[in-house]
């Protein structure tokens, strides 16, 4: 079964720092062992979404041009009408049970990542998630701290 790692937020923000801190440099050499060692990582477009709103905000240009060459160098998965179908079916379901993950106002990035997460996986592919917060995400899909995997 092929293992497909999902990046959320915090691994992308980190992969793509060009400052050479210890925690950027361990998600560089993590993201490559990955790769190394046969896993299919993929790039969520809400994630590019959410790192890149951000670094256009503060005019970040090398790590824009870096998000880019990620994006160029993995599988980017676009969000679809059937992503965002099934993560409103899951944002409400969470809810009625009493499990919100975010504000009732938000978008709800980590409800759009799952509802990918759910769509990518197959009886081939096993899809996990890459996160520095597992706790939400765990509602609907196996979720891991990225230094874990």
Same mark, same amino acid.
Not at 31 to 55: A, C, F, K, M, N
Not at 61 to 84: G, N, Q
């Given at each position: /079964?092929t ?19 210890p925690v950027?440099i361990?998600?560089?050499q ?5 790769l ?6 993929v ?6 979404y959410e790192?890149?709103?951000e ?5 970040? /240009? ?13 599988t980017?998965?676009p969000?679809?009408?059937?992503? /965002? ?5 899951m944002w409400a379901?969470v809810?009625?049970q009493?499990?919100?993950?975010a504000?009732?106002?938000?978008l709800?990035g ?8 759910i ?8 899809s996990i998630v ?12 196996d979720?891991?701290d990225w230094?874990?995997?």
């Amino acid at each position: /079964m092929t293992q497909i790692v999902l990046l959320d937020s915090t691994p992308v923000g980190l992969i793509t720092n060009p400052k050479a801190t210890p925690v950027a440099i361990e998600c560089q050499q993590w993201l490559q062992s990955l790769l190394d060692r046969g896993y299919h990582v993929v790039l969520p477009e809400i994630i590019d979404y959410e790192i890149r709103r951000e670094l256009l905000r503060v005019n970040k /240009m090398k790590s824009i041009r870096r998000l880019d060459e990620l994006k160029s160098a993995l599988t980017y998965l676009p969000i679809t009408t059937e992503v /965002m179908l099934k993560a409103a079916q899951m944002w409400a379901q969470v809810r009625q049970q009493g499990k919100p993950t975010a504000d009732n106002k938000a978008l709800d990035g980590d409800v759009i990542l799952a509802a990918q997460a759910i769509l990518i996986s197959s009886e081939a592919y096993r899809s996990i998630v890459a996160t520095s917060n597992p706790k939400h995400l765990s509602l609907f899909v196996d979720a891991r701290d990225w230094q874990d995997i």
